[in-house]
């Protein structure tokens, strides 16, 4: 092992026994032991095999997540898909029951099967409103067409007695298909 005298200020310019007291004093660290080391050429080459394994370890799994990423978008649109279908299926049943049901025309079927399907409950019980009120003016106008026609009308040659009680007939009739009709009303609401 060689001493290095460049910490030594002027060594060059001193005398043979000044340079020994000044080698003397100068503090040489202990020789290190380096049988428990591995050689910098051993070293390197294994740093650089391992840089080139860390990089395809970090390929492959940027390959593994670029996978997992394109399964869960395929997953998440066959969900919307599903979701959909159900919505559609789902409005179409609904439309078909509520049709069957009086007082509701297809527009007014489909928009409460929609509302049924969404939760929105005030816009189904605002729609039941309107087909009850459909439905009962339809009764009416049926009821309506089914009243007889007073024998006569127009013809002053009856007696008023006779007129008196074929008006007392025909109120009590329409008074019995009113109270009818709102029987119908209360079996069906």
């Known amino acids: ?17 000044d340079k020994v007291t000044a080698l003397l004093g100068l503090d040489v ?11 910098k050429e051993v070293f390197d080459a294994k740093a650089t095999e391992a840089a080139n394994l860390s990089k395809q370890l970090k390929s492959k799994m940027t390959d593994d997540e670029a996978a997992k990423a394109q399964a869960d978008a395929d997953r998440k649109a066959l969900e919307e898909k599903y979701t959909e279908l159900l919505r559609k299926s789902t409005i179409a ?9 009086p007082g509701y025309d297809e527009k007014l079927a489909r928009e409460t099967a929609e509302a049924l399907f969404d939760g929105d409950m005030e816009r189904v019980f605002a729609n039941q409103q309107k087909a009850n009120a459909a439905y009962e003016k339809k009764l009416r ?24 009680e074929f008006a007392k007939k025909l ?14 009303l209360k079996h069906y609401f």
């Open 141 to 164: 106008a049926d009821l309506v067409k089914q009243d007889p026609k007073p024998a006569g009308a127009g013809g002053g040659n009856e007696e008023k007695d006779e007129a008196v």
């Open 29 to 39: 660290p202990d020789p290190v032991d380096l049988n428990g080391y591995v050689k």
């Open 1 to 17: 092992m060689k001493i290095s005298t460049d910490s030594i200020q002027g060594f060059a310019e001193m005398s043979d026994a």
């Open 171 to 184: 109120g009590k009739q329409r008074a019995d298909a009113l109270k009818n009709a709102n029987e119908g």
């Open 93 to 101: 049943e609904h439309t078909a029951r509520y049709i069957a049901m």
